[in-house]
C-alpha cells in the first residue's frame, strides 16, 4: 500500500500543525454550556467598524465577479493613509499569506533564517514547511535580543524575522535596537518586521519602520486588518517594501488571493480612524483592569504593549481545562514551550472580570 505520508515533501511531512485558539461553538458542542467569552486569538471585541460591515454587504451584491486582484483602490487609499507609494504595497489574504509569500520568494533550500526564541509560531511552520534551515536566537526576559539575533547571522543567513511586537509575549524590540540590527546585517539579508499589533502601540520609543525603508531597502513590513481593525474573519493583510522586492512578492502572488468583500470592508475600516480610537481606549483601559487584578491574585505576568497578556499560573493546560469548563477560552502556550503560562485577549469590562473572577475562583478551589 502507498504510503502517502512518505511521498509528501520532508518540510511538510515532520510539521506539528498550528493549533488555533477554540472556536466558541466547537466548546458549546464539547461541553454543552452558552454564554462562552472568547480570549484566545486577540481579536478586537468591539468587532468591526460599522462602515466596514456597510461596505463588505454592499459588496456581496457583485460576489459572482472575480475580485481587482491589484488591489487598485485599496492600495491607493493605504499609500494616502501612510504617504506610501501604491507600489510598495503587496496584498495577502492575511499578514500569513505574506510571510508565506516571502519564503516562497526569497528563500532556497539551502538558505538560513533567524528568528528569536518565542516568536510567532506561525512563522516557524512556515519556514520548515520549505524545508529551511531555521536559527533560533535566544530571547531575553521574554523578548528578542538583538545582540543574539545579529550573533547568528553567517554567510549563509538570507532572512531575519523580527514579531514586533512579538505574539505570544507581548514584549517589543526599540527604535534604538531596531535600528542596530538594520545598521549591523549585510544588505543582502531580508529583514521581516511582523507587526500585526502595531496599531496598539502608544511607546514613542516603538520603532517607525516606514522611517527605515529609503535607507534599508532589504527591510519588509507586515501588518494584518485582523486585530484592531476587527476583520478577522475576512483576512486581509499587506506587505510594504521597496517597489523592487513588492515587484517580486506580487510576481509569486496568485492572481486572486484576496476578495472583494475583505478588500471592500478593508478600505472602509481605514477611513474610520474613529472606531480605531475607541479600540485603543477600551484596550488601555482593559489592560490596566486585567493588571489591577492580576496584582490582587498575586498572579504574576510578562508585560505587554499589545491587545493580550501572557500570565505565568504554573499549570497552564490545568487551568486553561478550568477555565474552558467554565465557558472562558484562554490560550495555553505549551507549544512555545511556556508550559507555565496562558495568553489571554484583552476584552470587553464585562469580560475581563468574568475572566479574574472565574480564575480567582479556581484558583481558591486548588489552593
Keep these: 500500500m502507498t504510503d502517502f505520508r512518505l511521498l509528501a515533501n ?20 464539547e461541553l454543552g454550556i452558552t454564554s462562552i467569552i472568547k480570549l484566545a486569538s486577540n481579536e478586537n471585541p468591539l468587532g468591526p467598524s460599522p462602515k466596514a460591515i456597510a461596505s463588505a454587504k454592499q459588496a456581496l451584491l457583485t460576489a459572482h465577479i472575480y475580485p481587482d486582484g491589484n488591489c487598485y483602490e485599496f492600495k491607493h487609499i493605504l499609500s494616502s493613509f501612510l504617504a506610501i507609494k501604491p507600489e510598495q504595497i503587496t496584498v495577502g489574504n492575511g499578514s500569513e499569506n505574506l510571510l508565506e509569500l ?67 509575549t507581548g514584549t517589543y524590540t526599540n527604535k534604538n535596537d531596531f535600528l542596530l540590527l538594520m545598521k549591523s546585517i549585510p544588505p543582502g539579508v531580508i529583514v521581516v518586521s511582523d507587526e500585526a499589533y502595531a496599531e496598539y502601540i502608544l511607546r514613542d520609543d516603538y520603532p517607525k519602520t516606514l522611517d527605515y525603508l529609503a535607507n534599508y531597502p532589504n527591510l519588509i513590513i507586515t501588518r494584518t486588518f485582523s486585530k484592531a481593525y476587527g476583520l478577522a474573519a475576512l483576512r486581509f493583510g499587506y506587505a510594504i517594501s521597496s517597489p523592487e522586492i513588492a515587484d517580486i512578492l506580487n510576481r509569486a502572488r496568485l492572481p486572486f488571493n484576496v476578495n472583494t468583500i475583505a478588500a471592500k470592508a ?26 489591577f487584578g492580576l496584582k490582587k491574585l498575586g498572579l504574576t505576568f510578562i508585560p505587554s504593549i499589545a491587545n493580550f497578556i501572557t500570565i505565568n499560573v504554573s499549570n497552564a493546560i490545568a487551568i486553561y481545562q478550568q477555565l ?33 473572577t472565574t480564575i480567582e475562583k479556581i484558583l481558591a478551589v486548588s489552593a
Excluded at 520532508?10 to 458542542?29: D, S
Excluded at 528563500?107 to 534551515?133: M, R, W
Design 10 to 29: 520532508q518540510g511538510v511531512r515532520n510539521l506539528t500543525p498550528y493549533q488555533p485558539g477554540k472556536p466558541i461553538e466547537e466548546v458549546e458542542r
Design 102 to 168: 516571502i519564503v516562497k520568494s526569497y528563500l532556497n533550500c539551502n538558505d538560513e533564517v533567524i528568528i528569536s526564541q518565542y516568536a510567532f509560531l506561525t512563522i516557524p511552520i512556515i519556514i520548515k514547511s520549505y524545508n529551511i534551515k531555521m536559527i533560533i536566537a535566544p530571547a531575553v526576559n521574554w523578548g528578542h535580543h538583538i545582540k543574539n539575533i545579529i550573533d547568528a547571522v553567517n554567510e549563509k543567513t538570507k532572512m531575519i524575522f523580527l514579531v514586533n511586537p512579538n505574539n505570544p
Design 266 to 291: 478593508a478600505c472602509a475600516a481605514l477611513s474610520d480612524q474613529e472606531h480605531v480610537q475607541k479600540t485603543l481606549l477600551l484596550n488601555t483601559q482593559g489592560m490596566q483592569q486585567i493588571e
Design 324 to 356: 474552558l469548563c467554565e465557558g472562558v477560552i484562554v490560550r495555553p502556550l505549551h507549544a512555545y514551550d511556556m508550559p507555565q503560562y496562558i495568553r489571554v485577549t484583552i476584552g470587553t469590562e464585562q469580560q475581563n472580570a468574568r475572566f479574574l
